[in-house]
T-cell receptor, first 113, second 116 residues
């Protein structure tokens, strides 16, 4: 059982480049989330989705886009990368039930230079 | 929007002793869940314990227990008989009810060091 899989694990981008962070889960979870974790800081919610075709902004959505065409996949798109987007990105998923925890991927360390 | 505050960036405890990590949150909701997650150097997020807001009884999982004070909006984590493997970042998290977006917000974290 793979759980939540993120790719790539590491990436260096130049300012102005674009990229997509991939996230897939095999637990048939309705809810999926993208967080960023800056050094020594907590997780900030970027976007989340409650099901295929539905996405909502979190705390820090600027500079990012998401889509949810299937239950399994929730890619995060960075357009025109900026140094402020240097961070570790985590994808997570959970069942709809409120009492269930989120399951996290291993994270993607992104550096924008 | 709900906010979660962890006022202790770093804490230290002697092996076998007890330590308490603080967490407060701000919400106008009455129905929510609270969680503590552990993040070791591997970066993997691991659930430690969860608490339902409607339950007055504090949750307990082996050496981990919480002190949930709903009126004060406080949710502290107590680690008893601390072990070297407990060293990690600890995050407090708040989850809204499904009818209130059901998103999950995290605090800034507390780095716990365990001294042998």
């Amino acid at each position: 059982n793979a759980g939540v899989t993120q790719t790539p694990k590491f990436r260096i981008l130049k300012i102005g480049q674009s990229m997509t962070l991939q996230c897939t889960q095999d637990m048939n979870h309705n809810y999926m989330y993208w967080y960023r974790q800056d050094p020594g800081m907590g997780l900030k919610l970027i976007y989340y989705s409650v099901g295929a075709g539905i996405t909502d902004k979190g705390e820090v959505p600027n500079g990012y886009n998401v889509s949810r065409s299937t239950t399994e996949d929730f890619p995060l798109r960075l357009e025109l990368a900026a140094p402020s987007q240097t961070s570790v990105y985590f994808c997570a998923s959970s069942r709809r039930a409120q009492n269930t925890e989120a399951f996290f991927g291993q994270g993607t360390r992104l550096t924008v230079v | 929007a709900q906010t979660v505050t962890q006022s202790q960036p770093e804490m230290s405890v002697q092996e076998a002793e007890t330590v308490t990590l603080s967490c407060t949150y701000d919400t106008s909701e009455s129905d929510y869940y609270l969680f503590w997650y552990k993040q070791p150097p591997s970066r993997q997020m691991i659930l430690v314990i969860r608490q339902e807001a409607y339950k007055q009884q504090n949750a307990t999982e082996n050496r981990f227990s919480v002190n949930f004070q709903k009126a004060a909006k406080s949710f502290s984590l107590k680690i008893s008989d601390s072990q070297l493997g407990d060293a990690a970042m600890y995050f407090c998290a708040y989850r809204s009810a499904p009818y209130n977006n059901n998103d999950m917000r995290f605090g800034a974290g507390t780095r716990l060091t365990v001294k042998p």
